[in-house]
């Protein structure tokens, strides 16, 4: 008797171990870092496949936020594809951040108010170095240095380089000369009259109670370009919606501008030394709803 409980029971093992097993498959898993690159705590992050015209759900739950500078993983189950739209928005819902086509397959981490599609880069081209007058008051040593600054910053956003254009310089120098002598500060030209603007144009003024002799004009050229920080990726938008000033630094990377020309001043004002710096650009740039970096513009 013993036996053939025995014998039975191996029976039903066996049995048990011939029928079909059910595997729980796990599900392809894709992780995604957000950082808050822009200037107001994002309560509303949406992500789709570029190409699909429905943003779906707020991935965030109703009472998260991202900090200014915090970050958010997020893991997606099943996602298919590389490249995804982003689109974030401030807890008011106004949009802060939106770009397409960020690629998954080479990075996983994005800052939003920052991050864009990994650009093109054109062939490198040695821009040639002044040879002859500067069409300015700005030496050949000063002009090449504000040429090159100008030329790494398009670099860096895959632009192709500009050149020294010595008519728009000494456009540019008549507006310094005249700046100084009628107010001593920053103006733009105007749209109509004698002093009519043709170009773009980028403004810089630095102000000291010593010598201004040893500036750098390289740095004007810098503190239009940090600017970025609060540029959104695209089209360009009405200025009045970015969190601080950008119209410098996409001048400075507008893609279809190919000359600048720079001059300076200087003046004294209520016993400030100040430097007054003016570059143009031609074909001018900042066209509202044209994306700076298209070369398509």
């Given at each position: 008797?013993?036996?053939?409980?025995?014998?039975?029971?191996?029976?039903?093992?066996?049995?048990?171990?011939?029928?079909?097993?059910?595997?729980?498959?796990?599900?392809?898993?894709?992780?995604?870092?957000?950082?808050?690159?822009?200037?107001?705590?994002?309560?509303?992050?949406?992500?789709?496949?570029?190409?699909?015209?429905?943003?779906?759900?707020?991935?965030?739950?109703?009472?998260?936020?991202?900090?200014?500078?915090?970050?958010?993983?997020?893991?997606?189950?099943?996602?298919?594809?590389?490249?995804?739209?982003?689109?974030?928005?401030?807890?008011?819902?106004?949009?802060?951040?939106?770009?397409?086509g960020l690629d998954l397959c080479k990075t996983q981490t994005f800052t939003l108010g920052q991050s864009r599609p990994e650009p093109i880069r054109p062939p490198v081209v040695e821009t040639p170095s002044l040879s002859g007058t500067t069409g300015s008051k700005l030496t050949?040593?000063?002009?090449?240095?504000?040429?090159?600054?100008?030329?790494?910053?398009?670099?860096?956003?895959?632009?192709?380089?500009?050149?020294?254009?010595?008519?728009?310089?000494?456009?540019?120098?008549?507006?310094?000369?005249?700046?100084?002598?009628?107010?001593?500060?920053?103006?733009?030209?105007?749209?109509?009259?004698?002093?009519?603007?043709?170009?773009?144009?980028?403004?810089?003024?630095?102000?000291?109670?010593?010598?201004?002799?040893?500036?750098?004009y390289e740095q004007a050229v810098q503190s239009w370009a940090d600017e970025k920080q609060y540029y959104t990726p695209g089209p360009l938008r009405d200025f009045s919606t970015y969190p601080d000033q950008v119209g410098h630094y996409t001048q400075i990377v507008w893609a279809t501008s190919l000359r600048v020309g720079c001059g300076y001043a200087t003046c004294n004002n209520g016993g400030w030394n100040t430097l007054l710096v003016v570059c143009n650009y031609d074909p001018p740039g900042n066209y509202i709803g044209q994306d700076p970096l298209s070369p398509k513009n």
């Open positions: 008797m013993k036996t053939l409980l025995y014998q039975a029971c191996q029976r039903i093992l066996f049995f048990c171990f011939l029928l079909p097993m059910h595997y729980v498959q796990a599900q392809n898993e894709t992780k995604i870092t957000f950082i808050n690159g822009t200037s107001k705590p994002i309560g509303r992050l949406f992500i789709r496949l570029t190409g699909e015209t429905d943003w779906g759900e707020n991935i965030l739950s109703a009472t998260q936020r991202i900090r200014v500078n915090g970050e958010l993983s997020v893991t997606l189950y099943d996602w298919e594809g590389c490249k995804i739209d982003v689109q974030a928005s401030g807890t008011n819902r106004k949009v802060l951040y939106s770009a397409s050949r040593e000063k002009a090449n240095a504000m040429l090159r600054a100008h030329n790494q910053i398009r670099a860096n956003d895959g632009v192709n380089p500009m050149g020294w254009d010595e008519t728009v310089a000494t456009f540019a120098q008549q507006w310094a000369n005249h700046l100084a002598t009628e107010s001593c500060s920053m103006q733009h030209r105007p749209r109509q009259g004698a002093w009519k603007q043709r170009y773009g144009e980028n403004l810089f003024m630095q102000q000291s109670t010593g010598t201004l002799s040893g500036f750098k």
